[in-house]
């Protein structure tokens, strides 16, 4: 999934997470 669609809360940790990947 994209980032955009995690929620703002959790989009900066999530964002980093997918980011790595």
Same mark, same amino acid.
């Given at each position: 999934?994209?980032?955009?669609?995690?929620?703002? #809360?959790?989009?900066?940790?999530? #964002?980093?997470?997918?980011?790595?990947?």
């Amino acid at each position: 999934f994209a980032p955009e669609i995690v929620p703002i #809360s959790n989009g900066r940790k999530m #964002s980093r997470n997918i980011a790595e990947d």
